[in-house]
């Protein structure tokens, strides 16, 4: 965060659904090692604005730019499909809050980790599966798993597995849409403290959509409230939620803290 | 196929001219675009999809009068899929036919690629059943259009990468996926991962045809044809312990044949036209007599 230069840059976002909006008018920038989290009720849009910001949706209006690894500041609608999609394979990641989404759930759990390097060009058996082996254990997954497909594991796996398969390639931005979603009260804790350990040690920029605000509490420095698709207050984590400007967003932290 | 006798009369080789062009217009935009995989309007043909009518209509659009035709279903001419192939193109294009490799100028096969060399001016015509060597693990075709497009194909080692995991060693024996000209991945149709080597700059120009897929590819003469493979697991074909039982050939693909119910067997050429070649130039194997 004392880079001097953000690493993504977002100007006027807007998606609509045929009439209705999905998000409206969205900026802000992302420092490197920064983690965001949009958070908002259910319907109120963080889910489009994720997905706008990541390419994986086009947006109507507005501007992504993000910071190449040659410094260089480029627009996502400037680039090839193939450039995007390499960028979203390499220095990009994305966890999907159901893993079967963004697991293959029928190969093993070695060849989900080692998709992406193989992507990219590695070509040496034993050093992908070495690689992989290394990356269950930094998630907490016993090594003697990596033959078993997805399928045969828990939820929290799973989880911890699709976060295995997006950091193998080192990515400098990851995408998290309500990655604890799913998930018992007591295995979400166990994701959060292993989510936390991760991002500090590898120094990721996250832009993390959840509902939850003790998950935003928890994991990030700096938060946007959403409402009707547009953003309507934004700042440092723990001053949004001790000291709420918005009656809105008032309202919103009584009601979670009533819980 | 008792079929053929009503359609005797019909257009040379069966199909119109006008369906031909649009055959051979989708051969030159694949032999134009090496491996990769051009549509076609795929047309009802008088047998059924299992039976090749992919490789029957590419067959059909470029065979000629002038042209000598070998067919082989598993390296054999005497199948039924074989001989009825055959058939087929003597009544509707009354051409020549040979078993010999040699003599053909086109080859029609399922499941293998003959052991003889081929030479140029030779077309060897594949039957596919499934064009696709991405779609066992990305259904989605728009998906597998785009990982062609883009040369993604790192998920063609998540394949290889499986099997390792699984067997210890690349598993895969047939349809193993090829690189052509450095570029499209393409599914060699189901022949023995043995016969790979053979498409590497084969003289022959090789033609593919899916009919039920609507698909049709080429390898022209001379072009590169790389297996896929690990460093540490290199791409190796399969090695048979003995030599064919009937022509002691020891450089080609072997057919185990159940020999009684006493479980007597044998290991014999699957190509019977090279076999019986090594027989009458002298060869003899184990359990050969003398041609
Ligand atoms: N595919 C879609 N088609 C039509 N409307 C959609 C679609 N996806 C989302 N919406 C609408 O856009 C708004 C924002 O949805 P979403 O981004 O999913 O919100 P959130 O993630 O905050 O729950 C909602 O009104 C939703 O109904
Ligand atoms: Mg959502």
Redesign the pocket.
């Known amino acids: 965060m004392t880079a001097e230069q953000p690493l993504l840059k977002v100007s006027n976002l807007s998606r609509f ?2 009439g ?4 409206l008018d969205v900026s802000f920038d992302l420092w490197p090692g920064e983690v965001l989290a949009i958070v ?12 706008c910001v990541s390419s994986r949706l086009q947006a109507q209006a507005g501007r992504v730019e993000y910071r190449m690894r040659d410094g260089r500041l480029r627009a996502l609608s400037d680039m090839g499909e193939a450039e995007r999609r390499f960028l979203m394979r390499t220095d990009w990641g994305f966890v999907h809050q159901n893993p079967a989404d963004g697991l293959r759930m029928t190969v093993s759990a070695g060849a989900n980790v080692g998709e992406r390097l193989m992507a990219v060009g590695a070509r040496h058996y034993g050093h992908i599966r070495e690689t992989a082996v290394d990356w269950l254990q930094r998630v907490e997954i016993n090594t003697d798993r990596v033959d078993d497909p997805p399928r045969a594991f828990s939820g929290g796996m799973r989880q911890r597995l699709q976060i295995a398969r997006n950091l193998v390639t080192a990515p400098r931005l990851v995408f998290m ?1 309500e990655p604890t979603g799913g998930l018992d009260v007591s295995v979400q804790a166990r994701l959060l403290d292993l989510l936390r350990g991760l991002v500090s040690d590898l120094g990721l920029a996250v832009i993390l ?1 959840t ?1 939850d605000l003790a998950v935003a509490r928890l994991l990030s420095h700096r938060m946007m409230v ?1 409402k009707d ?1 547009r953003v309507i207050e934004a700042g440092l984590t723990d001053r949004v939620l001790d000291d709420p400007r918005e009656p809105y967003t008032q309202l919103l932290v009584s009601s979670i803290l009533q819980v | 196929m008792s079929a053929i006798e009503g359609i005797a009369r019909t257009n040379f080789a069966y199909l119109d001219e006008q369906t031909k062009r649009m055959i051979r217009r989708a051969i030159l935009k694949a032999i134009a675009i090496p491996g990769y995989q051009v549509p076609f309007a795929s047309r009802e043909m008088p047998m059924p999809y299992g039976w090749g009518t992919g490789g029957v209509q590419v067959t059909a659009a470029i065979i000629g009068p002038e042209d000598r035709l070998k067919v082989i279903d598993q390296g054999a001419d005497d199948t039924t899929n074989a001989v009825s192939i055959r058939a087929f193109f003597e009544k509707v294009a009354n051409v020549a036919v040979t078993t010999h490799t040699r003599d053909a100028t086109i080859i029609q096969t399922r499941h293998r690629i003959p052991e003889a060399p081929l030479s140029e001016g030779q077309v060897l015509v594949y039957q596919v059943p499934i064009p696709e060597p991405l779609r066992f693990l990305e259904p989605r075709e728009t998906e597998t259009r785009m990982m062609h497009a883009l040369e993604e194909y790192g998920l063609m080692h998540v394949k290889l990468y499986e099997d390792i995991a699984r067997n210890g060693h690349i598993a895969t024996t047939y349809a193993y996926p090829v690189q052509v000209a450095g570029r499209y991945v393409m599914d060699p149709s189901p022949i023995p991962k043995f016969d790979n080597p053979k498409m590497d700059r084969s003289p022959a120009l090789q033609l593919f045809g899916a009919g039920r897929e609507k698909r049709i590819y080429a390898v022209p003469p001379f072009t590169e044809v790389k297996s896929l493979d690990f460093e540490d697991h290199p791409f190796t074909i399969q090695r048979f312990d003995k030599p064919c039982a009937l022509c002691g050939s020891t450089h080609s693909y072997l057919d185990e044949v159940v020999l009684d119910d006493r479980g007597g067997r044998m290991f014999v050429c699957s190509d019977t036209d090279f076999c019986e070649e090594r027989r009458e130039a002298g060869h003899v194997g184990p359990l050969g007599v003398p041609a």
Not at chain 1, 20 to 23: A, E, F, L, N, Q
Not at chain 1, 40 to 51: A, I, P, Q, R, V
């Open positions: 659904y045929g209705r909006i999905g998000c908002g009720e259910s319907g109120s849009g963080k889910t489009t604005l994720l997905n849409d959509v509902h959403m698709g």
